[in-house]
């Protein structure tokens, strides 16, 4: 986060932050806190209420703190994270704790809400692509993973039972999750429940920002350049509508340019599996960011953008809920939904 201006923070950046905390908070300033976390950076930006605010910075802190705790939780690069357990775990029927109960309750009704696009159970693809640039499978191989599970919809097929506390996951044995993104998004809707007292606010995680704007202030959210790093293709200045407290906005960015890897075959793959194939998607789309009221909503739709291709994606990001959408092809054109054009700086 950089603080452009007292009454414009400009959040920028897809996926890092770099902070300019206030050392002493006046009036309309942005404290920060920032910490490296979930393969990024993640940050709390809160707005400094009057000319001496010293609960900014420990309610940053606060919220940073939990935010740590709850990503330890569901993490895959940790052999002891709640998610690497299930993960690990051979049985059809496992219990999990409430924490990662929601994130995969989550998981589920972002795929009901993209027609099945959204999918948590591709782990293995995606190893199996990471694999595949690794040892230069050329096109026409399958990894080990696809020779043992593919990309059958039917051996992804999955429940949750809910309990007072946590759940029991049933699925196949041996179905395994990734929540990466679908996880970041409901951490930064959940760190922003956190806040105390009537403040603006942006909880960065790692991209998918949640943002919380009082009535009368106004923040600018910048759209990354994926070709070039530093610059903005847009800025989106969002304002809190007068007829309620305040307003809840999250802005989420896909895309193909990160995790993606090419072999000796010229073959470039990707971290973003399509549930269709199991295998990195075929599209135009090199990045998509849409505006919704949530940040996990955004990163769902995001996602599903980046996957169906730009024709797809503009027909299916035109519904109720989606405040707007950038996407970028690999023909170097920038596509905006029209409903955008309100927040256009």
Same mark, same amino acid.
């Given at each position: ?27 309309? =300033? ?9 393969? %990024? ?8 209420? #009057? ?12 919220? *940073? ?6 990503? %330890? ?10 998610? =690497? ?26 795929? #009901? ?39 059958? =919809? ?12 946590? !759940?029991?996951?049933?699925? @196949? ?7 990466? %993104? +679908? ?18 606010? %942006? ?26 790093? #530093? ?6 200045? *969002?304002? /809190? ?10 802005? !989420? ?18 971290? *973003?599996?399509? @549930?269709?194939?199991?295998?990195? /998607?075929?599209?135009?789309? +090199?990045?998509?960011?849409?505006? !919704?009221?949530?940040?996990? !909503? ?11 291709? =730009? ?12 405040? #707007? ?21």
């Amino acid at each position: 986060m950089t603080v452009a201006s007292p009454t414009a923070p400009h959040l920028a950046g897809v996926t890092r932050a770099d902070v300019l905390p206030a050392a002493a908070p006046t009036p309309g =300033s942005v404290v920060s806190a920032t910490h490296p976390m979930m393969g %990024g950076t993640v940050g709390v930006h809160l707005r400094a209420v #009057g000319p001496n605010d010293p609960a900014a910075a420990q309610e940053a802190d606060r919220i *940073l703190a939990r935010l740590a705790a709850w990503a %330890g939780r569901l993490t895959r690069f940790e052999i002891d994270s709640d998610l =690497s357990i299930l993960n690990a775990d051979r049985r059809p029927a496992v219990p999990v704790r409430p924490t990662l109960a929601a994130v995969l309750d989550w998981g589920r009704e972002a795929e #009901g809400r993209t027609d099945g696009i959204v999918d948590i159970a591709l782990l293995d693809e995606r190893l199996a692509a990471e694999a595949a640039a690794r040892l230069d499978v050329g096109a026409g191989h399958d990894s080990g993973a696809d020779r043992d599970r593919g990309s059958s =919809s039917a051996s992804r097929v999955w429940s949750l039972d809910r309990r007072v506390r946590g !759940a029991v996951v049933h699925r @196949p044995s041996g179905l395994r999750f990734d929540l990466d %993104g +679908v996880a970041k998004g409901w951490l930064a809707d959940r760190a922003l429940d956190l806040l105390a007292g009537p403040r603006s606010a %942006g909880i960065d995680a790692d991209g998918d920002i949640a943002i919380r704007l009082v009535r009368g202030d106004r923040w600018g959210i910048g759209i990354a350049d994926p070709d070039t790093a #530093g610059h903005d293709l847009a800025v989106l200045e *969002l304002e /809190a509508r007068d007829d309620r407290p305040a307003t809840r906005f999250g802005l !989420a960015t896909s895309g193909t340019s990160v995790h993606r890897w090419v072999g000796r075959d010229d073959m470039a793959r990707h971290h *973003l599996i399509d @549930p269709r194939s199991g295998r990195p /998607a075929v599209t135009d789309v +090199v990045q998509a960011s849409v505006l !919704a009221g949530t940040a996990r !909503a955004a990163e769902a739709w995001a996602k599903t953008a980046v996957i169906l291709g =730009s024709e797809a994606a503009l027909e299916a990001l035109d519904r109720p809920g989606i405040e #707007g959408a950038v996407l970028v092809t690999d023909r170097a054109e920038m596509l905006i939904l029209p409903s955008t054009q309100r927040w256009l700086a």
